[in-house]
């Protein structure tokens, strides 16, 4: 058994809870950011929940955030050896410098700068972080 939403078949499972079309769900959210429908109002309207009719919305709005943000990419990092054979002086302010050195990400237009010497962790927690935003 199945029924006729805005032109979108909706089919029922053998338990009967109705089957939502990708393109429906899209539509749904659509009509909640363009004409500013609110989700209570359009659940009723097409026999929804509307818990389900909110996920909905917030699916497209990420999926539009994704769409506006760049591709992320790779860069090659290059670190080199030092070597066990450098002279203590030469090694001290190396590490100096690595302690001064810091690093730039940058995520679509957020950007951050860390201490290099930041361990493996809390970069991750940063970057993390700046994905979030």
């Known amino acids: 058994m199945s029924r006729t939403v805005w032109g979108f078949r909706v089919a029922r ?22 004409e500013n429908r609110p989700p209570a109002e359009l ?5 929804a929940n509307d818990f389900l009719v909110r996920e909905w919305l917030n ?5 539009r955030a994704s769409a506006r943000r760049p591709a992320g990419g790779f860069a ?4 080199e050896d030092a070597g066990a054979a450098a002279p203590d002086v030469l090694r001290e302010a190396e590490a100096a410098r690595r302690r001064a050195a810091s ?13 290099a010497d930041l361990d493996e962790g809390t970069l991750s927690k940063f970057i993390r972080a700046l994905r979030a935003a």
């Open 59 to 63: 699916e497209e709005r990420l999926r």
């Open 76 to 79: 090659e990092v290059i670190v």
């Open 103 to 115: 690093i730039c990400i940058s995520f679509g237009d957020v950007r951050m700068e860390v201490p």
């Open 13 to 34: 499972s053998k338990g009967g809870r109705n089957i939502w079309r990708p393109e429906l769900k899209r539509e749904a959210a659509r009509r909640m950011l363009e």
């Open 43 to 47: 659940a009723r309207e097409i026999g």
